[in-house]
């Protein structure tokens, strides 16, 4: 059984968190992925429920 990953990308489709997502995968690391919906400026797109509020967050286990 494969230990769970150390990182966590909150991912927005077509957002600047696709930079992240293509640092991890240059960086080999292990990590995944969870897709969230943001609101845009048209206000077209679902609501962001992130405990940071951002559309691209990056958490760590154990971090609070």
């Known amino acids: 059984r494969r230990p769970a990953p150390m990182l966590t990308?909150?991912?927005a489709p077509r957002s600047r968190s696709t930079r992240i997502l293509w640092l991890l995968?240059?960086?080999g690391a292990d990590?995944?992925?969870?897709h969230v919906g943001i609101r845009y400026?048209?206000?077209?797109?679902?609501?962001l429920a992130?405990?940071?509020g951002l559309a691209?967050?990056?958490?760590a286990k154990g971090s609070p």
């Open 9 to 11: 990308l909150f991912h």
């Open 56 to 59: 691209a967050e990056l958490s």
């Open 25 to 27: 995968e240059e960086l």
């Open 50 to 52: 992130l405990p940071g």
């Open 31 to 34: 990590y995944a992925v969870r």
């Open 41 to 47: 400026l048209d206000g077209s797109g679902a609501g």
